[in-house]
T-cell receptor, first 108, second 115 residues
Framework: QKEVEQNSGPLSVPEGAIASLNCTYS??????FFWYRQYSGKSPELIMSIYSNGDKEDGRFTAQLNKASQYVSLLIRDSQPSDSATYLC????????FGQGTELSVKP | DVKVTQSSRYLVKRTGEKVFLECVQD?????MFWYRQDPGLGLRLIYFSYDVKMKEKGDIPEGYSVSREKKERFSLILESASTNQTSMYLC??????????????FGAGSRLTVL
């Protein structure tokens, strides 16, 4: 089992819809979780971090963490074509372990 | 803004060559990392360093070594390049305790092709 797993996609949503990206992790002791966005041909950039169970909102982005079920998700409301990118989930275990990424395509 | 600069964007090398990938950060970060990124596999950690002259193996260190003689510079070395090391290599740095919030700032990447 991979330490951090994501559906590779591609996930396609229409403009204005909610995009839901999911990530599961295997190590229960993990304490901090991150979502990075990577545009094609660019390097990853941090968009959200979450440390406590529940939801954390930042503009159109909401990160959700459920430690009991060992999953973390990212919701993007009112999706825009500019949100089209690969989204990488990362878990801190003394070093960042990344999932393989989910490619999101937002269609106008 | 933190800048992480990788010396080469594109390199083409031959099998068996020794390859140096250089990375420099300008914000006095303690931690530096080398990842490789391959389609379908995401980012995999090769080596990392918490301080000058120290290094730790990541998940896929075989075939690689690193050097950190100065705080701002972290070099990745392929002693004898092989075709399966063709990949995008990403350097990153971060400030603060590794077990705490670990916000990585990435360089632009170095795409290495080994023929």
């Amino acid at each position: 089992q991979k330490e951090v797993e994501q559906n590779s996609g591609p996930l396609s949503v229409p403009e204005g819809a909610i995009a839901s990206l999911n990530c599961t992790y295997s190590d229960r002791v993990s304490q901090s979780f991150f979502w990075y966005r990577q545009y094609s041909g660019k390097s990853p950039e941090l968009i959200m971090s979450i440390y406590s169970n529940g939801d954390k909102e930042d503009g159109r982005f909401t990160a959700q963490l459920n430690k009991a079920s060992q999953y973390v998700s990212l919701l993007i409301r009112d999706s825009q074509p500019s949100d089209s990118a690969t989204y990488l989930c990362a878990v801190n275990r003394g070093k960042l372990i990344f999932g393989q990424g989910t490619e999101l395509s937002v269609k106008p | 803004d933190v800048k992480v600069t990788q010396s080469s964007r594109y390199l083409v090398k031959r099998t068996g060559e020794k390859v140096f990938l250089e990375c420099v950060q300008d914000m006095d970060h303690e931690n530096m990392f080398w990842y490789r990124q391959d389609p379908g596999l995401g980012l995999r950690l090769i080596y990392f360093s918490y301080d000058v002259k120290m290094k730790e193996k990541g998940d896929i260190p075989e075939g690689y070594s690193v050097s950190r003689e100065k705080k701002e510079r972290f070099s990745l070395i392929l002693e004898s390049a092989s075709t399966n090391q063709t990949s995008m290599y990403l350097c990153a740095s971060s400030l603060g305790a590794v077990t705490g919030a670990n916000v990585l700032t990435f360089g632009a990447g170095s795409r290495l092709t080994v023929l």
